[in-house]
């Protein structure tokens, strides 16, 4: 839903790291976000490339990598991925114990940019 | 053909939400101001719930109110019409607030005056979920009639949240909503959080949720 200002800091981003090397066109940009995120990945390309118009980013396009949910059990300490659909029932599925805590999947990464 | 070079960028995209949220808690902790983050869905009793809840705070308190409305000054009308400061935030269309937009709106009140300032949030169970305010401490109000899946179809927010106020209390006989599988749920999505049952209308409950708030500030102040 705030799809808009996430893509408008991507776009900041990208343009600013390629700024000082002597980039004529950033042609795709890498992002990892995790799974908790309600981000659509069409959604971001069809605002990314509004807002890009003009800048060195512009037909740029957004390749995105899905970070998994992962949880760490309490009880045993084993860590699992898990799907975002399955969270009401997050039982270790080493121990079967529920107490659990969220490692990851709540990424937000600019990882890489590709220019020429 | 040009070749394609590879520029390594490694940021996150929160991160200068993420540096502004820990600037103000800087200052928050200097003013001795506690800031409580209160997020919940549209009508679900975010307004009455702070009224009647300030109604049972000490009154030595000194009690700010921002409101962030998406276009409208209705809430921040009714807050100050009890006497209570409020400040209004009108975010243009934006679905949630941000650290800076909060820090900006904190710039209106006398923060060395105020003992606790509760942010209204954007009425919404999503975006507000992903962006850290600044404050010490985020609350929910789930009310009664939104349903029991709700943890279900929003887990970030249930997350993100130090207490939960399951409001319309008083809609339980009309309402379907089985009070032990949501709370089965919020516990395995957040086994931290505080939970407290309320009826913002009716008064129903308020007095403890309100007793655990006045003693985080109360600790926060002596810290």
């Known amino acids: 839903m705030h799809e808009l200002q996430v893509t408008e800091r991507i776009l900041n981003i990208a343009v600013k790291h390629a700024s000082g090397h002597d980039v004529s066109k950033i042609v795709r940009i890498h992002l990892k976000i995790g799974e908790l995120s309600d981000l659509e990945d069409e959604w971001i390309q069809r605002y990314f490339d509004y807002l890009s118009e003009g800048t060195l980013a512009e037909g740029a396009e957004l390749a995105i990598e899905w970070a998994p949910i992962v949880l760490g059990c309490e009880a045993c300490g084993s860590r699992y991925e898990i799907r975002r659909e399955a969270l009401a029932s997050p039982e270790c599925p080493k121990c079967g114990e529920n107490d659990c805590r969220l490692i990851s999947g709540r990424e937000y990464l600019v990882k890489n940019i590709e220019v020429i | ?223």
């Open chain 2, 1 to 223: 053909m040009d070749e394609v070079r590879l520029i390594e960028v490694k940021q996150d995209i929160h991160a200068d939400n993420e540096r502004a949220a820990e600037e103000l808690r800087a200052r928050l902790a200097d003013t001795k101001t506690f800031l409580l983050n209160l997020m919940s869905s549209p009508g679900a009793g975010k307004t009455t719930t702070i009224l009647k809840t300030l109604e049972q705070m000490p009154e030595s308190l000194e009690v700010g109110v921002l409101e962030a409305d998406i276009d409208s000054m209705v809430d921040a009308e009714r807050i100050a019409s009890a006497g209570i400061s409020a400040i209004q935030l009108r975010t243009g269309g934006f679905c949630h607030l941000d650290a800076a937009m909060v820090s900006k709106g904190l710039d209106a009140l006398d923060l060395d005056a105020l003992d606790l300032v509760i942010i209204e949030n954007v009425g919404n169970l999503v975006c507000p979920a992903e962006f850290d305010t600044g404050a010490v401490r985020n609350a929910m109000i789930l009310s009664v009639p939104e349903g029991d899946d709700k943890p279900l179809k929003y887990p970030l927010m249930f997350t993100v949240c130090d207490v939960l106020l399951v409001n319309k209390i008083d809609y339980m006989e009309l309402s379907d909503f089985d009070m032990g599988v949501m709370l089965e749920r919020v516990e395995r999505l957040n086994p931290e959080i505080e939970i407290f049952e309320i009826s913002a209308k009716t008064g129903w409950g308020v007095k403890e949720w309100a007793a655990w708030l006045s003693r985080e500030v109360a600790g926060f102040i002596a810290d």
